[in-house]
């Protein structure tokens, strides 16, 4: 692993920067509901429940990719970090630069 950021330093990090970015999403869910229509001509309700969708899909994605990179940390927590999680092999640390989250290698992806 290259010397520039820690691993720890490095999920700290993206594990912060993804739960501002979550809560920036429940935050922002806020608007009240009652003028969303889904009627034939697309209107600003349709175009804020599209928003919601798209808020909610987004939302998932963060706390999945938040949940990878706590596992992360717990993984170098218990010296597992940088170790496929099926196969037991060294995860070659180009991957680890690139997804360091990452819990199989590339093989095993």
């Known amino acids: 692993m290259s010397d520039a ?8 990090a ?3 920067e993804l739960q501002a970015r979550a809560e920036a999403i429940r935050n922002g869910a806020t608007v009240p509901s009652g003028g969303i229509s889904f009627g034939k001509r697309v209107g600003e309700g349709t175009s804020i429940a599209i928003e919601r969708f ?3 899909a987004v939302h998932g994605q963060i706390v999945q990719q938040l949940a990878s990179v706590e596992a992360a940390l717990e ?13 037991g092999t060294h995860i070659p640390d180009e991957r680890m630069e ?3 989250w990452a819990a199989t290698c590339v093989a095993c992806a």
């Open 75 to 87: 993984r170098l927590d218990d010296g597992s970090y940088g170790v496929c999680e099926r196969c």
């Open 98 to 100: 690139v997804v360091p």
């Open 14 to 16: 993206l594990r912060d």
């Open 5 to 12: 950021v820690e691993p720890r330093e490095l999920l700290v």
């Open 54 to 56: 798209t808020d909610v």
